[in-house]
């Protein structure tokens, strides 16, 4: 199986996956679930990893007794503010390399000053709602690190949105992912996940290009 073709099987046929990674893999199925969400949201060239559907999917199984609901919570917000933290740093690691010239192609000094204001005013309510749209979910924070966001602040909002964001899923998933007629069309719950966290990323995008007309 080709790396594509893996990604491919875990997006659209998580809970298959994850039931054959907990028979062959046993607890180690905690290492994998933890090293998927650090690198979809600590990586800034990661981010079509699954997510949203991934923590889901995870909860569900929890609540038949394959996982820990609790380790599955404390593991993964731990992965996510984690990741967070390291896409931040690279981000600002990286920015003052790349915006040293006042002009350039791709970079340019005002764009850096404008992404600084941005951060200043929006930074906290950005990085929580991020957590909620894939994509966006991995730039935000290397955009914050490059705008070079107050850490502390940053790190605060950073904590919190990882609470919130696996808590509503991995809970949801425990709660709902058992009930028949959500367990019997999973795969079509996932892909249902995976648009609607599309969706406020689409409309705004719309809307943007029907302001400019």
Known sequence: MTLTEFFIQILFHADEQLIEFIKIYGL???????????????????PFLPGDSLVFVAGALAASGSLNILALLILLVVAAVL???LNYSIG?????????KEQGIFFR???LEKTKIFYENHGPKTIII?????????????VAGIGQMHYPKFLLYNVMGGIIWVGLFAIGGFLFGNIPIVKNNLTFV???????SLLPAVIKLVKKKLNKK
């Open 92 to 100: 600002k690691f990286i920015g003052p390399k790349a915006f040293k």
């Open 109 to 111: 000094r005002d764009y």
């Open 83 to 85: 990741g967070d933290s």
């Open 130 to 142: 991020a957590r909620f749209m894939p994509f966006v979910r991995t730039f935000a924070p290397f």
């Open 190 to 196: 996932v892909i249902g996940i995976v648009v609607i």
């Open 28 to 46: 180690w199925t905690y290492a994998i679930l933890f090293a998927i969400i650090f690198v979809e949201t600590g990586l800034v060239i990661m």
